[in-house]
């Protein structure tokens, strides 16, 4: 079992920047692709950004391509989400998820993630 824990959410003005971080426990995430999902009130859960077990590709959605930045200390065994220009759209509680070890999945899709953090708040003020 790998236990995902999100930190680093807040409240934050439009144009400020945010670092998300996600700390794994349990079994090494060194193996697995990661992902990050947000969840609006009242919005279906969306896809945000995902990394490779590597941590030499990333795949970004569209409105946060540029803004956002995923990356990986497999060292460490944690991930991060450096979000930087951030806009009152942003607000939603974010997740981390983990594929299993070495699993062939779509990046985009939640249902190929097994392992999911408890997610943190992240508030912009416009």
């Known amino acids: 079992q790998v236990q995902l824990v999100e930190s680093g959410g807040g409240w934050v003005q439009a144009g400020g920047s945010l670092r998300l971080s996600c700390a794994a426990s349990g079994r090494t995430i060194s193996a697995r692709a990661m992902a990050w999902f947000r969840q609006a009130p009242r919005k279906e859960r969306e896809f945000v950004a995902a990394i490779n077990r590597g941590g030499g590709s990333t795949v970004y959605a569209d409105s946060v391509k540029g803004r956002f930045t995923f990356f990986r200390a497999n060292a460490k065994n944690t991930v991060y989400l450096q979000m930087n220009s951030l806009k009152h759209e942003d607000t939603a509680v974010y997740y981390c998820?983990?594929?299993?070890?070495?699993?062939?999945?779509?990046?985009?899709?939640?249902?190929?993630?097994?392992?999911w953090g408890q997610g943190t708040q992240v508030t912009v003020s416009s």
């Open positions: 998820a983990a594929t299993q070890v070495y699993a062939s999945v779509s990046y985009y899709a939640a249902t190929g993630y097994d392992y």
